[in-house]
């Protein structure tokens, strides 16, 4: 009798286990992608086919897993369906490592610095890499996470202080808090820059450097948003650029403007921040190495770089309201001594809305790309070269310079759309690429099928796109291969990724690159 119950026992175990490793079924199978024209042969694309239709997705390359989030469609095809899953498949082993049911919008799951998370709201649970399990689970919304010290960084819940800047440390394998540090989010995380191992640099109302072992570091205080009177619930920018572990930060009493500040701008010459009001040089020490003023009332997002001894300032215009973009400030460009800060041009517009969207420099010219119109500046002599306006419902709105992102195919080879530097491209939200001559007239409209849009260059190869193919090319223009794929494809490490409905495909780069 008791063998006969233990026997039930056990195969009632088995068949438990059985369900658990069979609850996620992924076909596989290798299909046709392309063609190696060097080899002369086929693309070989490993097909991974979920049961239910492919979400979103993201790569570990580190750890060699896809996080896999499915979620399927009403009959009607109107609306996701309110459950799905997570599932983290091992793409070395090519099996579920594990997969955990989701109920959407109360809860969602991510994989964060290669580690998994379950969220909800005003709570995060660790996930167990191998099976899934939930390890711990905690108030502390993480905003980063690295892998390799085992460390996140985030806010805490506090009901009675929701838009505290206590930022803590967490230990992921355990969830322990590890360190604390005050770090101001009135205005949201504008950018991290992983500076070594274990060091980490913050943007978020001036710069913060964190010691990720134990939170120490410099910071230093910058304007990069504003408060208006007011009520507003205000989502931090860290929370929408970074997608990860946040949640809604209320700020009362508080309309909120955000993200007046530029790109950190890190080098073997120092650190570069523009913000409201300044632009300031730090050493790697955090140590201000200059500091000049900048007119408050025009100052909005903007792009720092450094070019032949100066720094460039392009203010776009833009700002956002409660995570809304909207126009703010005005546009301008401005240079800079790099060894000291001495102004060495500045030029500023004055049109209402208007938005500054790309700009290039060439020698001691700069072009300027608004949403409307084109403006060609001299650096040397303070005048505007040339300017021309669109017509926005013939043109559609101007997005970027595409000059060296658009070619041509002839034969098997790629070319450069723009030949002459005296010529300008640019894309439009038409999707259409406009060419004009050195006096900036239209003298072509090239629609989407008439030219290859790079995506990606890595060392060895290009990789360009058109209508459902991806051209892979050498740098001297030489086709190499042809891969069937979408726009959206993802490149990672060597490896290419694409979703489509229920199917993940995976393409490896290295057996065709020679």
Not at 35 to 61: N, W
Not at 209 to 238: F, M, P, S
Request: charged residues 25%; contains cysteine.
């Amino acid at each position: 009798m008791n063998k006969f119950r233990f026997t039930l026992i056990c195969l009632f175990f088995a068949s438990v286990m059985q369900a658990q490793q069979n609850d996620i079924v992924v076909i596989i199978r290798p299909v046709t992608q392309g063609y190696d024209y060097v080899k002369s042969a086929d693309i070989q694309a490993t097909e991974y086919m979920f049961p239910e239709r492919i979400d979103a997705f993201e790569i570990d390359e580190m750890d060699g897993v896809a996080a896999v989030q499915l979620r399927g469609v009403s009959k009607n095809g109107k609306s996701l369906n309110k459950s799905g899953d997570f599932v983290l498949y091992d793409l070395k082993t090519q099996m579920p490592r594990w997969s955990k049911k989701i109920n959407f919008p109360e809860e969602n799951a991510t994989l964060t610095g290669g580690r998994p998370f379950l969220l909800k709201p005003y709570s995060v649970t660790a996930l167990d890499e191998a099976t899934g399990a939930e390890k711990w689970t905690g108030k502390t919304q993480i905003f980063y996470a690295d892998k390799k010290t085992g460390t996140g960084v985030g806010y805490k819940f506090n009901s009675l202080n929701p838009a505290s800047d206590n930022l803590e440390g967490i230990d992921l394998n355990n969830g322990n808090t590890i360190w604390k540090r005050n770090l101001d989010r009135t205005y949201g995380w504008n950018d991290i820059t992983k500076i070594n191992d274990s060091l980490i640099l913050i943007t978020s109302g001036g710069l913060y450097a964190i010691n990720l072992k134990n939170g120490l570091g410099w910071d230093y205080k910058a304007h990069t948003g504003k408060k208006q009177t007011g009520e507003a619930v205000a989502r931090g920018l860290g929370s929408v650029m970074l997608g990860v572990l946040t949640g809604v930060t209320v700020i009362p009493n508080v309309d909120v403007i955000t993200g007046i500040v530029s790109n950190t701008l890190s080098d073997s010459t120092g650190i570069y921040l523009a913000s409201a009001g300044q632009i300031g040089r730090l050493n790697s020490n955090g140590t201000e190495i200059w500091t000049t003023q900048l007119p408050k009332d025009l100052c909005s997002a903007s792009a720092v770089y450094r070019k032949n001894g100066n720094i460039y300032l392009i203010n776009k215009g833009i700002a956002y309201e409660n995570g809304n973009m909207r126009e703010y400030g005005r546009p301008f460009v401005a240079v800079f001594n790099e060894m000291d800060g001495a102004q060495v041009y500045f030029r500023s517009f004055d049109e209402k809305k208007l938005i500054l969207n790309d700009f290039e420099v060439q020698g001691d010219t700069i072009n300027l790309l608004f949403h409307n119109k084109i403006v060609q500046l001299s650096l040397k002599t303070d005048t505007v070269l040339s300017e021309k306006s669109f017509d926005l419902k013939n043109s559609g709105y101007l997005y970027s310079f595409a000059n060296d992102k658009t070619f041509f195919q002839q034969d098997d080879t790629f070319v450069p759309a723009r030949q002459n530097r005296s010529k300008y491209l640019i894309t439009t939200s038409t999707g259409n690429v406009l060419i004009l001559n050195d006096k900036m007239e239209t003298e072509q409209k090239l629609t989407t099928g008439e030219f290859h849009k790079k995506l990606f260059e890595s060392p060895t190869c290009k990789l360009l796109y058109k209508e459902g193919s991806l051209a892979v090319v050498s740098h001297d223009g030489k086709r190499l291969a042809e891969i069937k794929t979408s726009p959206k494809v993802l490149l990672k490490g060597s490896k290419l990724y694409e979703a489509v409905d229920k199917v993940l495909r995976e393409i490896e780069l290295d057996d065709i690159i020679p």
